[in-house]
Protein backbone atom coordinates (compact mmCIF):
# COMPACT_ATOMS: atom_id res chain seq x y z
CA UNK A 1 0.00 0.00 0.00
CA UNK A 2 2.81 2.08 1.36
CA UNK A 3 4.64 2.05 -2.27
CA UNK A 4 1.64 2.34 -4.06
CA UNK A 5 0.97 5.26 -2.68
CA UNK A 6 4.25 6.98 -3.32
CA UNK A 7 3.83 6.06 -6.62
CA UNK A 8 0.67 8.19 -6.92
CA UNK A 9 2.27 10.96 -5.40
CA UNK A 10 5.31 11.03 -7.38
CA UNK A 11 2.86 10.36 -10.77
CA UNK A 12 0.83 14.08 -9.25
CA UNK A 13 4.29 15.77 -8.71
CA UNK A 14 5.12 14.92 -12.32
CA UNK A 15 1.76 15.93 -13.60
CA UNK A 16 2.42 18.91 -12.11
CA UNK A 17 5.86 19.51 -13.44
CA UNK A 18 7.69 19.32 -9.93
CA UNK A 19 9.29 16.17 -10.95
CA UNK A 20 13.11 16.02 -10.89
CA UNK A 21 13.12 15.64 -15.09
CA UNK A 22 11.68 19.02 -15.10
CA UNK A 23 14.86 20.95 -14.34
CA UNK A 24 18.02 20.93 -13.42
CA UNK A 25 18.14 20.34 -9.66
CA UNK A 26 14.53 19.20 -9.28
CA UNK A 27 13.26 22.22 -9.56
CA UNK A 28 10.83 23.27 -11.96
CA UNK A 29 11.68 26.10 -14.13
CA UNK A 30 8.41 27.84 -13.58
CA UNK A 31 8.75 28.55 -10.27
CA UNK A 32 11.29 31.04 -10.49
CA UNK A 33 8.89 32.77 -13.05
CA UNK A 34 7.44 36.04 -12.30
CA UNK A 35 3.91 36.72 -11.51
CA UNK A 36 2.20 38.19 -14.68
CA UNK A 37 1.12 41.39 -14.03
CA UNK A 38 -2.01 42.20 -11.68
CA UNK A 39 -4.79 44.63 -12.49
CA UNK A 40 -5.25 45.41 -8.66
CA UNK A 41 -3.26 44.94 -5.68
CA UNK A 42 -3.26 41.34 -4.15
CA UNK A 43 -5.66 41.21 -1.10
CA UNK A 44 -2.41 40.54 1.94
CA UNK A 45 -3.80 38.07 4.67
CA UNK A 46 -2.37 36.48 7.53
CA UNK A 47 -3.76 33.35 7.17
CA UNK A 48 -5.54 31.50 4.92
CA UNK A 49 -7.54 28.34 5.26
CA UNK A 50 -9.54 26.11 2.30
CA UNK A 51 -10.50 22.57 2.26
CA UNK A 52 -12.40 20.23 0.69
CA UNK A 53 -11.21 21.22 -2.97
CA UNK A 54 -11.23 17.48 -4.26
CA UNK A 55 -9.21 17.48 -6.99
CA UNK A 56 -9.13 14.71 -9.50
CA UNK A 57 -13.24 15.10 -9.56
CA UNK A 58 -15.46 16.83 -12.35
CA UNK A 59 -17.44 18.34 -9.18
CA UNK A 60 -13.74 20.48 -8.65
CA UNK A 61 -13.77 24.24 -9.32
CA UNK A 62 -10.22 24.74 -9.90
CA UNK A 63 -10.48 27.68 -12.42
CA UNK A 64 -12.41 29.25 -9.30
CA UNK A 65 -9.70 28.27 -6.38
CA UNK A 66 -6.71 29.11 -8.93
CA UNK A 67 -8.17 32.64 -9.62
CA UNK A 68 -8.58 33.10 -5.39
CA UNK A 69 -4.90 32.10 -4.89
CA UNK A 70 -3.64 34.29 -7.62
CA UNK A 71 -5.80 37.13 -5.49
CA UNK A 72 -3.85 36.43 -1.92
CA UNK A 73 -1.16 36.53 -0.15
CA UNK A 74 -0.64 35.19 2.59
CA UNK A 75 2.46 33.91 5.57
CA UNK A 76 0.32 30.76 6.25
CA UNK A 77 -1.78 28.86 3.85
CA UNK A 78 -3.63 25.95 5.42
CA UNK A 79 -4.67 22.88 3.06
CA UNK A 80 -7.23 21.43 6.05
CA UNK A 81 -8.02 18.28 4.36
CA UNK A 82 -9.54 16.15 0.76
CA UNK A 83 -7.54 18.40 -1.48
CA UNK A 84 -6.61 15.24 -3.68
CA UNK A 85 -10.13 12.85 -4.04
CA UNK A 86 -8.22 9.62 -3.76
CA UNK A 87 -11.79 7.33 -3.18
CA UNK A 88 -12.40 9.00 -7.28
CA UNK A 89 -9.14 8.43 -8.71
CA UNK A 90 -8.89 5.00 -7.71
CA UNK A 91 -12.07 3.91 -9.83
CA UNK A 92 -10.69 6.02 -12.68
CA UNK A 93 -8.46 8.94 -14.11
CA UNK A 94 -9.30 12.56 -14.30
CA UNK A 95 -7.06 15.22 -13.85
CA UNK A 96 -7.62 18.17 -16.30
CA UNK A 97 -5.29 21.04 -16.69
CA UNK A 98 -6.91 22.86 -14.25
CA UNK A 99 -6.05 20.97 -11.36
CA UNK A 100 -2.46 20.80 -12.42
CA UNK A 101 -2.56 24.76 -12.05
CA UNK A 102 -4.35 24.61 -8.83
CA UNK A 103 -1.21 22.12 -7.27
CA UNK A 104 1.03 24.38 -8.97
CA UNK A 105 -0.42 27.57 -7.46
CA UNK A 106 0.00 25.79 -3.83
CA UNK A 107 3.60 24.90 -4.76
CA UNK A 108 4.89 28.37 -5.94
CA UNK A 109 3.85 30.14 -2.85
CA UNK A 110 5.44 27.79 -0.68
CA UNK A 111 8.62 28.58 -3.21
CA UNK A 112 7.87 31.91 -2.32
CA UNK A 113 8.32 31.72 1.11
CA UNK A 114 4.19 31.02 1.84
CA UNK A 115 4.40 28.31 4.60
CA UNK A 116 1.78 25.57 3.62
CA UNK A 117 0.61 23.15 5.58
CA UNK A 118 -1.30 19.91 4.53
CA UNK A 119 -3.40 18.08 7.41
CA UNK A 120 -5.01 14.98 5.58
CA UNK A 121 -8.44 14.62 5.35
CA UNK A 122 -10.52 11.10 4.37
CA UNK A 123 -11.17 11.50 0.84
CA UNK A 124 -6.82 11.64 0.75
CA UNK A 125 -6.13 9.43 3.49
CA UNK A 126 -3.55 7.69 1.58
CA UNK A 127 -1.36 10.42 2.67
CA UNK A 128 -1.71 9.95 6.54
CA UNK A 129 1.14 7.36 6.10
CA UNK A 130 2.81 10.29 5.15
CA UNK A 131 2.65 12.28 8.18
CA UNK A 132 5.64 14.58 8.81
CA UNK A 133 7.02 14.71 5.26
CA UNK A 134 7.38 17.29 3.28
CA UNK A 135 6.83 16.81 -0.61
CA UNK A 136 7.38 20.41 -2.17
CA UNK A 137 8.08 22.76 0.45
CA UNK A 138 4.60 21.43 1.27
CA UNK A 139 4.23 20.12 5.02
CA UNK A 140 2.25 17.15 5.51
CA UNK A 141 0.30 16.44 8.55
CA UNK A 142 -2.43 15.02 10.52
CA UNK A 143 -3.43 17.84 12.47
CA UNK A 144 -1.89 21.20 13.20
CA UNK A 145 -2.30 23.89 16.32
CA UNK A 146 -2.39 27.54 15.20
CA UNK A 147 -1.69 30.88 17.28
CA UNK A 148 -3.63 33.82 15.79
CA UNK A 149 -2.14 37.61 16.17
CA UNK A 150 -4.50 38.19 18.90
CA UNK A 151 -3.04 35.38 20.96
CA UNK A 152 -5.95 32.63 20.41
CA UNK A 153 -4.92 28.90 19.75
CA UNK A 154 -6.52 27.28 17.07
CA UNK A 155 -6.84 23.69 16.17
CA UNK A 156 -6.89 22.76 12.67
CA UNK A 157 -8.22 19.20 11.74
CA UNK A 158 -10.20 18.01 8.81
CA UNK A 159 -12.96 17.09 10.69
CA UNK A 160 -13.85 13.37 9.72
CA UNK A 161 -12.98 11.18 12.99
CA UNK A 162 -16.18 13.34 14.45
CA UNK A 163 -18.62 11.97 11.44
CA UNK A 164 -20.22 9.22 12.55
CA UNK A 165 -21.12 7.23 9.28
CA UNK A 166 -17.34 7.56 8.52
CA UNK A 167 -16.29 6.67 11.66
CA UNK A 168 -18.46 3.59 11.86
CA UNK A 169 -20.23 2.69 8.75
CA UNK A 170 -17.77 3.23 5.91
CA UNK A 171 -19.53 1.21 3.51
CA UNK A 172 -22.40 4.12 4.18
CA UNK A 173 -20.30 6.65 3.72
CA UNK A 174 -19.01 5.63 0.37
CA UNK A 175 -22.64 4.62 -0.51
CA UNK A 176 -23.32 8.37 0.11
CA UNK A 177 -20.63 9.57 -1.84
CA UNK A 178 -22.07 8.00 -4.80
CA UNK A 179 -25.29 10.17 -4.39
CA UNK A 180 -23.28 12.73 -3.56
CA UNK A 181 -21.32 12.52 -7.12
CA UNK A 182 -24.38 12.40 -8.65
CA UNK A 183 -25.35 15.58 -7.01
CA UNK A 184 -22.35 17.31 -8.23
CA UNK A 185 -22.42 15.95 -11.38
CA UNK A 186 -25.83 17.79 -11.84
CA UNK A 187 -24.67 20.45 -10.49
CA UNK A 188 -21.56 20.75 -13.44
CA UNK A 189 -24.60 20.33 -16.25
CA UNK A 190 -26.97 23.17 -14.20
CA UNK A 191 -23.85 25.70 -14.03
CA UNK A 192 -23.12 24.65 -17.98
CA UNK A 193 -26.58 26.04 -18.95
CA UNK A 194 -26.54 29.09 -16.78
CA UNK A 195 -23.08 30.21 -18.46
CA UNK A 196 -24.48 30.04 -22.00
CA UNK A 197 -27.01 32.05 -20.27
CA UNK A 198 -24.32 34.56 -19.06
CA UNK A 199 -25.68 33.53 -15.86
CA UNK A 200 -22.90 33.64 -12.65
CA UNK A 201 -21.90 29.91 -10.84
CA UNK A 202 -24.64 28.56 -8.62
CA UNK A 203 -24.33 25.84 -6.52
CA UNK A 204 -27.54 23.41 -7.12
CA UNK A 205 -25.83 21.01 -4.45
CA UNK A 206 -25.72 23.66 -1.67
CA UNK A 207 -29.20 24.76 -1.98
CA UNK A 208 -30.48 21.25 -1.73
CA UNK A 209 -28.36 20.46 1.04
CA UNK A 210 -29.59 23.74 2.93
CA UNK A 211 -33.40 22.67 2.46
CA UNK A 212 -33.05 18.97 3.27
CA UNK A 213 -32.13 19.01 6.92
CA UNK A 214 -30.67 15.29 6.88
CA UNK A 215 -28.47 16.38 4.67
CA UNK A 216 -26.62 18.58 6.93
CA UNK A 217 -27.56 16.71 9.94
CA UNK A 218 -25.13 13.97 10.76
CA UNK A 219 -25.11 10.93 12.57
CA UNK A 220 -23.36 12.87 15.26
CA UNK A 221 -24.11 16.57 15.86
CA UNK A 222 -20.55 17.41 14.09
CA UNK A 223 -20.14 20.86 15.51
CA UNK A 224 -21.00 20.11 18.72
CA UNK A 225 -18.91 17.47 18.95
CA UNK A 226 -15.69 18.96 17.19
CA UNK A 227 -16.39 21.96 19.92
CA UNK A 228 -16.22 19.49 23.24
CA UNK A 229 -13.06 18.35 21.32
CA UNK A 230 -11.22 21.71 21.30
CA UNK A 231 -12.31 22.17 24.99
CA UNK A 232 -10.59 18.89 26.32
CA UNK A 233 -7.75 20.64 24.06
CA UNK A 234 -7.75 23.72 25.81
CA UNK A 235 -8.15 25.36 22.53
CA UNK A 236 -9.64 28.95 21.56
CA UNK A 237 -11.02 27.63 18.88
CA UNK A 238 -11.16 24.92 15.60
CA UNK A 239 -10.84 24.67 12.40
CA UNK A 240 -12.23 22.57 9.99
CA UNK A 241 -13.33 20.84 6.62
CA UNK A 242 -15.20 18.03 5.35
CA UNK A 243 -18.86 19.30 6.06
CA UNK A 244 -18.76 21.71 2.70
CA UNK A 245 -20.44 24.19 5.18
CA UNK A 246 -18.48 27.11 5.75
CA UNK A 247 -19.31 28.99 9.23
CA UNK A 248 -18.27 30.18 12.44
CA UNK A 249 -20.29 30.11 14.90
CA UNK A 250 -19.53 30.26 19.26
CA UNK A 251 -20.25 26.95 20.85
CA UNK A 252 -19.25 27.85 24.51
CA UNK A 253 -15.93 29.11 25.25
CA UNK A 254 -15.27 27.83 21.97
CA UNK A 255 -15.70 29.35 18.18
CA UNK A 256 -16.21 27.12 15.70
CA UNK A 257 -14.95 27.66 12.37
CA UNK A 258 -15.52 25.95 8.78
CA UNK A 259 -13.88 26.78 5.62
CA UNK A 260 -16.42 25.38 3.29
CA UNK A 261 -15.32 23.77 0.20
CA UNK A 262 -14.54 24.27 -3.60
CA UNK A 263 -17.04 21.62 -5.38
CA UNK A 264 -20.18 23.68 -4.37
CA UNK A 265 -19.72 27.05 -2.00
CA UNK A 266 -16.25 27.96 -3.25
CA UNK A 267 -15.03 29.97 0.22
CA UNK A 268 -12.48 29.98 1.99
CA UNK A 269 -11.68 31.01 6.10
CA UNK A 270 -8.98 34.16 6.61
CA UNK A 271 -6.70 35.61 9.18
CA UNK A 272 -6.44 38.95 8.79
CA UNK A 273 -3.20 40.89 10.66
CA UNK A 274 -5.18 41.67 13.44
CA UNK A 275 -6.42 38.39 14.54
CA UNK A 276 -9.62 38.51 12.92
CA UNK A 277 -10.94 36.28 11.10
CA UNK A 278 -13.99 35.73 8.46
CA UNK A 279 -15.02 33.98 5.52
CA UNK A 280 -14.68 34.70 2.05
CA UNK A 281 -17.10 33.58 -0.34
CA UNK A 282 -15.40 34.03 -3.80
CA UNK A 283 -18.23 33.02 -5.79
CA UNK A 284 -20.40 35.59 -4.27
CA UNK A 285 -16.70 38.03 -5.16
CA UNK A 286 -16.56 37.25 -8.60
CA UNK A 287 -20.91 37.98 -9.16
CA UNK A 288 -19.77 41.35 -7.30
CA UNK A 289 -17.06 41.74 -9.50
CA UNK A 290 -18.97 40.79 -13.09
CA UNK A 291 -22.25 42.89 -12.04
CA UNK A 292 -19.21 45.95 -11.11
CA UNK A 293 -17.91 45.28 -15.14
CA UNK A 294 -14.14 44.98 -12.61
CA UNK A 295 -11.12 42.85 -13.88
CA UNK A 296 -10.15 40.09 -11.67
CA UNK A 297 -6.57 40.19 -10.76
CA UNK A 298 -5.73 37.76 -14.00
CA UNK A 299 -8.72 36.26 -15.99
CA UNK A 300 -8.56 32.10 -16.38
CA UNK A 301 -8.30 30.70 -19.86
CA UNK A 302 -12.20 30.36 -20.28
CA UNK A 303 -12.89 33.82 -19.17
CA UNK A 304 -10.10 35.55 -21.03
CA UNK A 305 -11.43 33.33 -24.31
CA UNK A 306 -15.14 34.44 -23.83
CA UNK A 307 -14.11 38.22 -23.89
CA UNK A 308 -11.95 37.55 -27.07
CA UNK A 309 -13.62 38.45 -30.46
CA UNK A 310 -14.93 35.79 -32.49
CA UNK A 311 -12.86 36.26 -35.75
CA UNK A 312 -14.80 36.86 -39.02
CA UNK A 313 -15.36 33.27 -41.22
CA UNK A 314 -13.28 33.33 -44.35
CA UNK A 315 -14.82 35.24 -47.59
CA UNK A 316 -17.48 37.09 -44.89
CA UNK A 317 -17.80 40.85 -45.67
CA UNK A 318 -17.74 43.64 -42.94
Known sequence: MATRVAEAVEDLLARAGTGPESAAGGLPQWLNLPEPRAF???RKVRTVWISDIHLGTRGCNAEM???FLRSIECRT???VGDVVDGWRLRKGWYWPDAHNEVVRRVL???HNGTRVVFVAGNHDEMLRDFAGLTFGGVELVLEAEHITADGRKLLVLHGDSFDGVVLYARWL???GDKAYGLMLRLNIVVNRVRRQFKLPYWSLSGYLKKRVKNAVQFVCNFEDAVAQEAMARGADGIVCGHIHCAEIRQIGPVTYYNDGDWVESCTALVEEADGAMHIIDWAAE????DSAGTTPGRDTAA???ARLPVPALAGAEG
Not at 286 to 289: C, D, G, M, S, W
Open 65 to 67: LVD
Open 40 to 42: RPK
Open 77 to 79: LYL
Open 173 to 175: AFL
Open 303 to 305: ETA
Open 108 to 110: KMA
Open 286 to 289: IRTR
